[in-house]
């Protein structure tokens, strides 16, 4: 039987048979274990009777296979090079940015989307805030790693050899005056931690799963980001938010925590992440 999908605007025919079945194939994935047939079956909202027809078929393309000493089933070989395949092709931008306007809209502020580079956390997609006062974000520009949201937390979350290295190419600017001029009025930028004090703020970021400025390399804006993972565990993307202080909600559990925390764990599931 052919059912009608909702596409934007318009309707395309489906194969409803294919649509029930696959509720089989959810409940492996969602359960992420062997399951029997009666448990699979009854998480599909089916009978086994129904149930097992779609499973043989299933079998014989290779999606499930049945374990033979206990006949419970569990994602195939085909599945597995699908997942794989899929996993390859997922560019974490390009997951990302559909929902960075939206979180935008959501929380009243600029968002912008970070990636890690050769002179550390570089802006590659920016969303303006929908509200009259904002603060604005240019593309390509590169966060401090010490003192910035952004920047601290890709360093709670790559490799210590790393972040270390980027932190001495940091110290070995400042020695050159090559870090950014500061304006008239504004206050001295702080100094650069040692490795020991840095680890700590680290290690917060991690404590928190997200990080937060406050003020730091502008008076009155402040700033929060939250990580999003791949398939391997690895930092894929920083998901950042930025106003003006006097309006910008700064608290671990407040609503620009809440959205951010949401939208990244959103992107981390779409690129087979593991729940943390």
């Known amino acids: 039987m052919a059912t009608d999908i909702d596409n934007g605007d318009r309707a395309q025919r489906g194969i409803q048979s294919i649509e029930v079945g696959g509720q089989l194939l959810r409940a492996l994935v969602h359960h992420g274990r062997p399951m029997a047939l009666k448990d699979l079956a009854r998480e599909a909202e089916m009978s086994p009777a129904k149930a097992h027809p779609y499973l043989v078929s299933f079998s014989r393309l290779g999606l499930i296979e049945q374990d033979r000493s206990s006949g419970h089933y569990l994602l195939g070989p085909l599945a597995l090079q699908l997942g794989l395949i899929s996993l390859q092709q997922a560019d ?13 809209q959501e929380i009243g502020h600029t968002t912008a989307l970070a990636v890690w580079g050769d002179r550390g956390a570089t802006i590659v997609r920016v969303a303006e805030s929908p509200a009259a006062l904002h ?18 937390l890709f360093g709670a979350y790559l490799p210590p050899e790393e972040v270390k290295r980027m932190l001495e190419k940091e110290r070995r600017r400042e020695k050159s005056s090559a870090r950014p001029e500061r304006h008239v009025g504004m206050p001295p930028a702080p100094p650069l931690p040692d490795w020991k004090h840095f680890e700590a703020q680290l290690h917060a970021v991690r404590e928190h799963g997200m990080s937060r400025s406050e003020g730091e390399i502008v008076p009155g804006v402040s700033a929060m980001s939250a990580p999003v993972f791949d398939h391997t565990g690895a930092i894929a993307l920083a998901i950042t938010a930025i106003g003006p202080t006097a309006v910008f909600d700064t608290g671990w559990d407040g609503l620009v925590a809440q959205a951010l925390k949401r939208c990244a764990g959103e992107v981390s599931q779409r690129l087979g992440a593991a729940q943390r």
């Open 92 to 104: 974490p931008v390009h997951v990302a940015t559909p929902l960075l306007a939206v979180l935008a």
């Open 135 to 152: 603060v604005s974000m240019r593309h390509g520009t590169v966060f401090s790693l010490t003192s910035t949201a952004s920047g601290r």
